[in-house]
Structures are given as C-alpha cells and as structure tokens.
C-alpha cells in the first residue's frame, strides 16, 4: 500500500518521458509517479527508490526524493509563507507548500511566523498541518533540572492551565495561568527558567526573576499602576487573584509581596478597600 505523509522505499516497475511510475511490487496494480526532475540517473526497472509520497498542485498522489521537513506521526516549527482567506499555507521544503486551514490554528498566524505544528490527513484525503494535537506527541524525558535556563516555543494558550511551551521544540511544558503570559504570542521563542519537573516528566516553567530581583520590578509597576489611578488604587491584597491578574498583570502572591515591600519603605498607605500612594 502507498502510504500518503509517508517515506517508503518502492520498485520501478515502468519509465515513461515524464518520470518513473513507482509500486511495492512488479504485480502491484497501484503506482505512483516519480517525476522526471526526481529520478536519480541511471536508474532502471526493478531499482527500489526510497520516496516521500504526498500530493501535488492538481491533488494527485506524487512521489518525491526530496526530503520533508514534515512526516506523518512528526511536530516541527515550520515557517508561514503567505496567509489566505481559507488558511495559511507553510513551507515544509517541497514544490507545493504545506496548508494550515484555518480551524487548525490555536490562533491566528501571520507572514512570517515559524510555528509547531504536526501533520495529518485531512477528510478530502489531502496532507495538511495542525497547530492542535501537540501535547500528545511531546516528549517527557529531558534530562532538565530545576533552576535551569532554557529555551522554548509558546504553541498554544489556555485559559485552564496557562502557556503550553516546546522546550527545545521537543519536551513538554507549562508556563502556569497565574502568572501573566499576556505579552506572549503563538511561535514566539522564549528563555525561562524551570521551576518544577512534574513526576510524569513535564517541566513547569517561569519567566520571573528570582523573588527578590522580581520584588522590586513588580513594586515599581505598582507604583506605575498608583499612578495611572491617580495614586488610589481601588482594591488591596484582599482581592480576588482575578482581579488582581487583571489589572496588575501579576499573580496574587506577587502583588502581596510588592505592595508589603512598598508598606515597608513607607511608599503606600493600605486601607479597607484601596491602596493609596503617600
């Protein structure tokens, strides 16, 4: 069986002017074209080719020598080469570039963007890539530790969980909700540092400085934000980490410790219901 997404090796069973048609067997009734540009020389009948099998501008099953930066069953970043009104389509290094349809975006893409994705066989029979489904295939067994720097793809957000990032486009791991992931966009390759490797192997990632360094950022932005809010602002410590993610961009942990870092230099004045700026 010729298998579409696929590399196999197949035998020349006929040359014509255009190319050679390719088979698992001499017998075999299905074939496929290897076009001419593709042939190896001095190739005859009876040669095993090893091919990747996919489909060309008219949608006919073609076989190729050149080799894929995509195969069934693989994730790789791959670069947006034009967007349209039915999708993006992506170069995986063949002549007929890749198609990412819209509904397999976990957001929106653009020019330029070199973003995970994996392949699949669409309900027309057609190969196309997906941003969804990555999880999965990620692997769990980096040989990281807490504390480390790396470096790793954002490939999907959830309102759930937080950021889904590839480290090293390969190992599975989490920037979590509580932390502000706002400024991030899908494809875009960040540093950070690994909190945490989860028994099952997934890494818990962070993009904050240590506390203390981190402390003193966020009691800065805090006294930014007093500013903004004409030096009152209209909630404490007390609120709700929602609240505070909203309008702080930092989890309810972190403002408690910047706004108890700047109660302490006698910066703020902390009320019932509002912080106010001394």
Known sequence: MIRLGEKQKLTVVKRVEFGVYLAEDAGAEERVLLPGKRVPEQTKEGDEIEVFIYKDSKDRIIATTAEPKLKMGEYTPLRVVSVQKIGAFLDWGLEKDLFLPYKEQTAKV???DEVLVRLYIDKSKRLCASMRGLYELLSTDSLYEAGETIHGRVYEFSNNFGAFVAVDDKYSALIPRHEDHSNLRIGEVIEA???EVKPDGKLTLTMRDKAYIQMEEDAQQVLKLLEQYAGVLPFTDKASPEVIMRETKMSKNAFKR????????????????CIRKK
């Open 110 to 112: 653009h020019e330029g």
């Open 193 to 195: 540092k690994i909190v």
């Open 258 to 273: 910047a706004v108890g870092h700047l109660y302490k230099e006698r910066k703020i004045e902390i009320k019932e219901h």
